[in-house]
């Protein structure tokens, strides 16, 4: 599957943006998916992700309560509304597609770059003070 990130820009503290992947080649609804993030001089940071079907989500402590992940498996695109945005949020930020291997895989959702198997190019996000 490819995946094509979009949506970042230029944005002063306490405003919002909204992060857009749309995916093709393959069949999106059967994907765990993600985003990551990573800053200058720094290792690539979990997001958020959510389940193949939409069912569960789990955000990482310093996002939880002002970012929201949805997806659209009919247009086949991932979304991340970002609210309450600060300058610590300033990265580049990553979608990923996880593909369950196992039925455990499909129960449960990952959060490690290594378990996920495609990643877009990603978009710049850059919040002012």
């Known amino acids: 599957v490819q995946l094509q990130a979009s949506g970042g820009g230029l944005v002063q503290a306490g405003g919002s943006l909204r992060l857009s992947c749309a995916a093709s080649?393959?069949?999106?609804?059967?994907?765990?998916m993600g985003w990551f993030r990573q800053a200058p001089g720094k290792e690539r940071e979990f997001v958020v992700v959510?389940?193949?079907?939409?069912?569960?989500?789990y955000y990482a402590d310093s996002v939880k309560g002002r970012f929201a992940i949805s997806r659209d498996n009919a247009k086949n695109t991932l979304y991340l509304q970002m609210n309450m945005l600060k300058p610590e949020d300033t990265a580049v930020y990553y979608c990923?597609?996880?593909?369950?291997?196992?039925?455990?895989?499909?129960?449960?959702?990952?959060?490690?770059?290594?378990?996920?198997?495609?990643w877009g190019q990603g978009t710049q996000v850059t919040v002012s003070s």
């Open positions: 990923a597609a996880d593909l369950p291997k196992s039925v455990m895989d499909a129960m449960v959702v990952p959060t490690t770059p290594d378990e996920f198997d495609y």
């Open positions: 080649g393959g069949s999106f609804g059967n994907y765990h």
């Open positions: 959510i389940h193949s079907s939409s069912t569960s989500t």
